[in-house]
């Protein structure tokens, strides 16, 4: 080849290399132009959205004709027909509406279609958002509902002829009723706005007891609501990032969908939220709950690189526990002592599970310390620790200080099962309630913990719930009329008349990640699978069927799922069957 033609191809290549950058630049402007004149935050959401069709008509009032059609319609475009919508009518000074069920509780928003109607000036409505059909129903101030940190009770103005997106709060039933005099709405469409993370859920967990699978899934839902932008304690009312609350819903997380980003962004807005010497969300408990959430997170994620992040606020925040125990027991200062509500007017009580509280966090310091070479750290918490158990604190036959002293190996195991046991379900609380059934299975009472579940938890099933509540007690669940239907008269209804503390009547959350604890224990201790070295690299099998004759399931790893199957032969005997992921050890 000559030098001309060399010259000949090698321009061709320049330019071809030319015309490809100015490709990719008009690339760049075409998809950058829709930002040009926008101040965007450098986050984007990570969440999805669907848009869902109501499955039912709970009730209608007033002038109200055409309303199962909106069960199903769903072209999402008005148009000029107005055969196949729902006409509702304020005429003669009546009040009309609607109240619809989305058979689930979802988290977003609504939107509506209006179609042609006789009136071209926009229509005001009054949306009423409810996690239960009294909630629905029900205006703000009465029965204690409110507009706590989302928006549950407001008039809006629907189009003529068009479309409109409302609201952003926790719902499954939405009351829409007409807010002015003389006026007629026909809507063609009513979808829900559902928002989430469309993550799939790798951990299963399915016995011979179809209560307890629905309980299992109600409690992965709950949680899955819950992980919002951050990981929320509740999807309508405390839509906040409290550390101490996240404990079960992280081990909620780590059981059914493995490794999320929500978890350590929520961790770390905490902390940062939190410069030392203060305590997280004020509360010195919730500083102990955060360190624990950091080894039982390293457990099952084996992040290191994530974990010496910690490691230097760790060091202080574990001196600062010390310091708060330097006579042999927790004596927290500066901070609220909190535990959990139902604890939260007994001083005593408060006292005993702080102090167990103070050994769990500082042992859990101490096996971070070891995990990330800081012998200092280790040895300053084990040391500590040490010395804290020597005290034991009366825990007064109370089900959460037993549980926590229990779970700390401070006292007899067996005789602070017993005090859990008392009048079985009585006494727990939706977020406490986790750690009872730990301590009960530390005491080889799975049958007994088992039937809680079922009692407890499934009462909330019971009555229509299907996620998890922020708290309800047994006697309300014995009493209480259903939450998807409207109560009788003189009928006592849990969600408007009972309730307690911060969560009294309508203002109690009915998604509460807190409440999501039988989901982990289940796949721990029925299950059996059981990490024994952080990151799942080795893991022993320990599955306690109490009266179950087969499970089967898996959970998430970093490795990959594990999926398990046991069941009873002929002679009563256990049978095991695991596939383990590549690189994952089985210990026997």
Same mark, same amino acid.
């Given at each position: 080849?000559d030098?001309?033609?060399?010259?000949?191809?090698?321009?061709?290549i320049?330019?071809?290399?030319?015309?490809?950058?100015?490709?990719v630049v008009?690339?760049?402007?075409?998809?950058?132009?829709?930002?040009?004149?926008?101040?965007?935050?450098?986050?984007?959401?990570?969440?999805?959205?669907?848009?869902?069709?109501?499955v039912?008509?709970?009730?209608?009032?007033?002038?109200?004709?055409?309303?199962?059609?909106?069960?199903t319609?769903?072209?999402?475009?008005?148009?000029?027909?107005?055969?196949?919508?729902?006409?509702?009518?304020?005429t003669?000074?009546?009040?009309?509406?609607?109240?619809l069920?989305?058979?689930?509780?979802?988290?977003?928003?609504?939107?509506?279609?209006?179609?042609?109607r006789?009136?071209y000036?926009?229509?005001?409505?009054?949306?009423?958002?409810?996690?239960?059909?009294?909630?629905?129903?029900?205006?703000?101030?009465?029965?204690?509902?409110?507009?706590?940190?989302a928006?549950r009770d407001?008039?809006?103005?629907?189009?003529?002829?068009g479309?409109?997106?409302?609201?952003?709060?926790?719902?499954?039933?939405?009351?829409?009723?007409?807010?002015?005099?003389?006026?007629?709405?026909n809507?063609?469409?009513?979808?829900?706005?559902?928002?989430?993370?469309?993550?799939?859920?790798?951990?299963?967990?399915k016995c011979?007891?179809?209560r307890?699978?629905?309980?299992?899934?109600?409690?992965?839902?709950?949680?899955?609501?819950?992980?919002?932008?951050y990981?929320w304690?509740?999807?309508k009312?405390?839509?906040?990032?409290w550390?101490?609350?996240?404990?079960?819903?992280?081990?909620?997380?780590n059981s059914?969908f493995g490794?999320?980003?929500v978890?350590n962004?929520?961790?770390?807005?905490?902390?940062?939220?939190?410069?030392?010497?203060?305590?997280?969300?004020?509360?010195c408990?919730y500083?102990?709950?955060?360190i624990?959430?950091?080894?039982?997170l390293?457990?099952?994620?084996?992040?290191?690189?994530?974990?010496?992040?910690?490691?230097s606020?760790?060091?202080?925040?574990?001196?600062?526990?010390?310091?708060?125990?330097?006579?042999?027991?927790?004596?927290?200062?500066?901070?609220?002592?909190?535990?959990?509500?139902?604890?939260?007017?007994?001083?005593?009580?408060?006292?005993?599970?702080?102090?167990?509280?103070?050994?769990?966090?500082?042992?859990?310091?101490?096996e971070?310390?070891?995990?990330?070479?800081?012998?200092?750290?280790?040895?300053?918490?084990?040391?500590?620790?040490?010395?804290?158990?020597?005290?034991?604190?009366?825990?007064?036959?109370?089900?959460?200080?037993?549980?926590?002293?229990?779970?700390?190996?401070?006292?007899?195991?067996?005789?602070?099962?017993?005090?859990?046991?008392?009048?079985?379900a009585?006494?727990?609380?939706?977020?406490?309630?986790?750690?009872?059934l730990?301590?009960l299975?530390?005491?080889?009472l799975?049958?007994?913990?088992?039937?809680?579940i079922?009692?407890?938890?499934?009462?909330m099933?019971?009555?229509?719930?299907?996620?998890?509540?922020?708290?309800?007690?047994?006697?309300d669940?014995?009493?209480?009329?259903?939450?998807?239907?409207?109560?009788?008269?003189g009928?006592?209804?849990?969600?408007?008349?009972?309730?307690?503390?911060?969560?009294?009547?309508?203002?109690? *959350? +009915?998604?509460?990640?807190?409440? $999501?604890? #039988? =989901? @982990?224990?289940?796949?721990?201790? /029925?299950?059996?699978?059981?990490?024994?070295?952080?990151?799942?690299?080795?893991?022993?099998?320990?599955?306690?069927?109490? *009266? +179950?004759?087969?499970?089967?399931? $898996?959970? #998430? =790893? @970093?490795?990959?799922?594990?999926? /398990?199957?046991?069941?009873?032969?002929?002679?009563?005997?256990?049978?095991?069957?695991?596939?383990?992921?590549?690189?994952?050890? +089985?210990?026997?």
């Open positions: 080849m030098s001309s033609e060399t010259k000949i191809k090698m321009n061709r320049i330019v071809n290399i030319i015309l490809l950058m100015a490709c008009q690339i760049d402007a075409t998809e950058n132009i829709a930002l040009k004149g926008l101040n965007c935050s450098n986050s984007s959401s990570e969440l999805s959205l669907k848009y869902v069709l109501p039912r008509v709970v009730h209608t009032y007033g002038e109200v004709v055409g309303s199962e059609h909106l069960l319609n769903s072209a999402r475009q008005v148009s000029l027909s107005t055969s196949d919508v729902c006409a509702i009518s304020s003669g000074g009546k009040s009309s509406g609607i109240l069920d989305f058979g689930k509780e979802i988290h977003g928003g609504l939107k509506l279609y209006a179609a042609v006789a009136t000036r926009p229509v005001k409505i009054r949306i009423r958002f409810g996690e239960s059909v009294a909630e629905a129903m029900t205006q703000v101030g009465i029965d204690n509902a409110t507009n706590d940190h928006m407001f008039v809006v103005e629907v189009p003529w002829l479309s409109i997106e409302v609201g952003n709060s926790a719902y499954r039933f939405v009351n829409i009723e007409l807010a002015e005099p003389d006026i007629d709405l809507l063609a469409l009513v979808e829900g706005i559902f928002k989430y993370r469309d993550i799939p859920y790798l951990g299963r967990f011979d007891n179809p307890l699978n629905q309980i299992w899934e109600t409690g992965a839902y709950t949680v899955h609501l819950n992980m919002q932008e990981l304690d509740g999807v009312r405390d839509r906040l990032v550390v101490g609350d996240m404990h079960p819903e992280v081990m909620t997380i059914v490794r999320n980003e978890v962004k929520s961790l770390d807005f905490v902390r940062d939220d939190t410069p030392l010497p203060g305590w997280m969300n004020g509360m408990s500083s102990l709950w955060w624990i959430i950091q080894r039982d390293y457990m099952h994620c084996g992040d290191l690189d994530y974990l010496k992040q910690q490691e606020y760790l060091d202080k925040i574990a001196d600062q526990i010390i310091e708060n125990c330097s006579d042999g027991k927790e004596n927290f200062k500066n901070g609220e002592r909190f535990l959990d509500w139902p604890t939260s007017d007994k001083p005593e009580i408060i006292h005993a599970g702080l102090h167990a509280l103070a050994v769990m966090s500082l042992e859990a310091a101490s971070l310390g070891k995990w990330l070479g800081n012998t200092e750290l280790s040895s300053k918490c084990a040391d500590a620790t040490g010395k804290l158990r020597k005290y034991l604190p009366d825990n007064f036959g109370n089900k959460q200080a037993s549980a926590l002293l229990a779970l700390a190996n401070i006292g007899n195991a067996d005789a602070l099962a017993k005090n859990i046991l008392r009048d079985g009585d006494g727990f609380s939706t977020f406490y309630g986790f750690y009872m730990e301590a299975a530390k005491a080889g799975y049958d007994e913990a088992m039937k809680i079922s009692d407890y938890w499934g009462g099933i019971d009555l229509g719930a299907t996620t998890f509540w922020e708290d309800v007690s047994m006697g669940l014995r009493f209480s009329s259903r939450i998807d239907s409207i109560p009788a008269e009928q006592f209804n849990f969600h408007s008349k009972g309730g307690r503390y911060c969560y009294r009547q309508l203002r109690n *959350s +009915l998604c509460h990640g807190w409440a $999501s604890g #039988p =989901t @982990p224990w289940l796949s721990r201790h /029925v299950l059996g699978i059981i990490p024994i070295e952080p990151g799942f690299r080795k893991i022993k099998i320990e599955p306690h069927l109490g *009266s +179950l004759k087969q499970v089967e399931g $898996s959970i #998430p =790893t @970093p490795y990959g799922v594990i999926e /398990v199957r046991h069941h009873r032969d002929k002679n009563n005997k256990i049978k095991t069957d695991v596939k383990l992921p590549k690189g994952i050890q +089985l210990v026997k």
